[in-house]
């Protein structure tokens, strides 16, 4: 079970980061594709990442 939850929360880590590269990618002057897509990818990940994080922590708090 140890094994489930640290896959998540590496899952979830890795989701977050993403999201914050593309909402830093939105601060560029010049970038492919729109930033309208990027705040949606970005804002995606964020809520992948922070739901998968809580999951681990439910998770973590019945072991």
């Not at 899952?11 to 002057?29: N, T």
Request: positive net charge.
């Amino acid at each position: 079970m140890s094994g489930l939850t640290a896959g998540i929360f590496t899952i979830g880590a890795l989701l977050i980061s993403g999201g914050v590269h593309f909402y830093l990618a939105i601060k560029r002057p010049v970038v492919y594709p729109p930033k309208y897509i990027l705040r949606r990818r970005a804002a995606a990940l964020a809520a992948g990442g922070i739901g998968l994080l809580l999951i681990g922590v439910i998770m973590h708090s019945f072991k």
